[in-house]
């Protein structure tokens, strides 16, 4: 008798072992998932999840970026009833991601679209508009708080400087203090890139060899205020090494547009006065046929014309003022005619 008391008391405790953690594990399971939101207590069910495209199916359908979301980012422990649709309690009372701190408010859906926190409805907030600087160029792509700081979005100047100031003064190529350059950005730069300056250069217009040249060809060491828009204050050294012709010795002027023009891109082909017509005939020879020096001052008409003085005399016998030298032939003869 003892022995048998014994076997169903070890069969009882059996049962018990494996019983009591069932209904533990199913009181466990009934509970999980459950968060009071708003009163509410209703778990979710097996399969209850669903798809994005059931949640369009709701009175939230998912746009842009909410569409790639897991549930448990907006369903707290997967309690799906009574989840708020207001934008501030997500991304504020719950997830407080505002890297402004509600500083521009707790409406965000007043500026902003679910595509991006980035992408801004221009028919809710355009920043010419409504803070008086239209954003272009590299401005476009800058954060917020590049121009504003952390401090807030109280107005800002709108002038270049404002923001700007140590690039002003801290730009050597060329020194843009030293030089005196206005400190208007737009004048010279456009919003895409500082390097793409164009300066109006209006004092010396830049044409042909000078469209060219680099700003520091013509400004040594960066000093921009002062430079001479005088031909020889550059090409003193071009004039005076130039031996066809001998610009020095034949008294040509320092001015170089006399003979270069401006839009020369070389020193070749530069189109000389010449009051002695040379454009044609038998005179449209070289320089060196007349001016047998490097004076070019200095020409010679009896190197073709008097082979013989004899002859020339006996041409010229009665004429007044007749001499046998070359001024007298161009005193008398100034376009060449017989």
């Known amino acids: 008798m003892n022995r048998l008391r014994s076997k169903a008391g070890l069969v009882i405790a059996l049962a018990g072992a494996l ?20 009163g509410s207590t209703k778990a979710v069910k097996a399969g209850q999840e669903g798809t994005v495209e059931s949640h369009d199916r709701t009175n939230f359908p998912l746009v842009g970026k909410h569409r790639t979301l897991g549930c448990r980012e907006c369903h707290l422990n997967l309690v799906f009833e009574g989840t708020p ?20 408010g707790t409406r965000c859906a007043d500026c902003h679209t679910p595509q991006s926190w980035k992408k801004v ?23 917020c708080e590049a121009c504003h700081g952390s401090g807030g979005f109280a107005p ?11 690039d002003y003064l801290g730009t050597r190529e060329p020194n843009h203090a030293e030089a005196g350059f206005p400190t208007s950005c737009p004048s010279c730069h456009s919003q895409r890139a500082w390097e793409d ?4 250069h209006a004092d010396f217009v830049l044409q042909g060899a000078h469209a060219s040249a680099a700003c520091s060809d013509c400004h040594k060491n960066g000093v921009y205020a002062g430079t001479s828009p005088a031909c020889a204050s ?31 891109t070389g020193w070749t082909g530069a189109n000389f006065d010449h009051a002695f017509p040379i454009q044609s005939g038998r005179h449209a020879v070289a320089c060196s046929e007349c001016h047998r020096t490097s004076d070019y001052r200095v020409f010679s ?14 041409e010229h016998r009665g004429v007044t003022g007749y001499s046998y030298s070359s001024q007298a032939c161009y005193s008398c003869h100034p376009q060449g005619n017989g």
């Open 197 to 200: 300056a164009s300066f109006n």
């Open 19 to 38: 019983v009591i953690p069932f209904f533990l594990v199913l009181g466990a399971q009934r509970g999980a998932g459950q968060e009071k939101t708003g």
């Open 85 to 104: 649709t207001d934008c501030e309690v997500c991304h504020w009372q719950r997830r407080q991601d505002d890297r402004y701190g509600l500083r521009l």
């Open 301 to 314: 008409c009896l190197e073709c014309h008097a082979h013989d003085q004899t002859d020339m005399d006996n």
């Open 234 to 264: 550059c090409h003193l050294a071009d004039y005076n090494g130039t031996t066809d012709p001998n610009h020095s010795a034949s008294g040509f002027p320092l001015d170089c547009t006399e003979c270069h023009g401006t839009s020369a």
């Open 156 to 166: 800002r100047p709108t002038d270049c400087y404002s923001c700007h100031e140590s």
């Open 121 to 143: 409805d221009p028919a809710k907030w355009n920043h010419e508009t409504d803070a008086g600087f239209r954003l272009e160029g590299i401005h476009r792509t800058l954060d």
